[in-house]
């Protein structure tokens, strides 16, 4: 069976600060591993997937997210935060030949100025 | 290219009543997944549909709780006689057809249930 565990439900950053938010999985088989962002009453928009390719994986909006096999983990950061970052993150996890995803509970991002 | 559509956006029901949501998916698109978001709590899956199939129902209440994906028009996510306990946010995704290169799910903007 696979998990996903997002440390910190609330994570609160200064505008300009370095965002971290930590996402750890389990799985018996090699992973794909997704980050998903939700601005208020709207729907789930991704951010970047891992995929088996590079380890080091790029998304949109100067978001970033590295596979660690020895650490299970999948953090995502930016280097400066912008108040528009402001919004809840959610990792994801998919394994083998299952199409749905597993999500972890989130963590709220806010933004300070 | 038109996004996961979803309507209602928000469905307010009374207990004992049935509530249905709508999902058409990305043009192009032929899996559908249906998701429910409980408050404060991540998403949860329910079911992953084919066209005139249901391939993964494993996450759905054994009990009324149904899904349908038909030939033509949308997919359809159908609670009979809600609780209150189905108050919660539902998401629908879509993903291409095998053999496309990608499966990535896109996520329509969901449907709020409230059951009064």
């Known amino acids: 069976a696979q998990s996903v565990t997002q440390l910190g439900s609330h994570v609160s950053v200064s505008e300009g600060a370095l965002v971290l938010l930590r996402c750890n999985y389990s799985?018996?088989?090699?992973?794909?591993l997704f980050w998903y962002v939700q601005y208020p009453n709207q729907g789930l928009q991704l951010l970047l997937k891992?995929?088996?390719?590079?380890?080091l994986v790029k998304g949109i909006n100067g978001f970033e997210a590295e596979f660690k096999k020895s650490e299970t983990s999948f953090h995502l950061t930016k280097p400066s935060a912008h108040m528009s970052d402001a919004a809840e993150y959610f990792c994801?996890?998919?394994?083998?030949?299952?199409?749905?995803?597993?999500f972890g509970s989130g963590t709220q991002l806010t933004v300070l100025p | 290219n038109a996004g996961v559509m979803q309507n209602p956006r928000h469905l307010v029901r009374r207990r004992g009543q049935e509530a249905r949501l709508r999902c058409s998916p990305m043009?192009?698109?032929?899996?559908v997944y249906w998701y429910r978001q409980l408050p404060e709590e991540g998403l949860k899956f329910m079911v992953y549909?084919?066209?005139?199939?249901?391939?993964?129902e494993s996450g759905m209440p054994k009990e009324r709780f149904s899904a349908e994906f038909p030939k033509e028009g949308p997919s359809i996510l159908r609670i009979q006689q809600v609780v209150r306990g189905d108050s919660a946010a539902y998401f629908c995704?879509?993903?291409?057809?095998?053999?496309?290169?990608?499966?990535?799910?896109?996520f329509g903007p969901g449907t709020r249930l409230t059951v009064l």
């Open positions: 995704a879509s993903s291409p057809p095998a053999g496309s290169g990608t499966d990535t799910q896109y």
């Open positions: 799985s018996s088989v090699p992973p794909y």
């Open positions: 891992y995929t088996s390719a590079a380890t």
């Open positions: 994801a996890v998919r394994t083998g030949s299952a199409r749905q995803l597993t």
């Open positions: 043009k192009g698109h032929s899996h």
């Open positions: 549909l084919q066209k005139e199939n249901i391939i993964d």
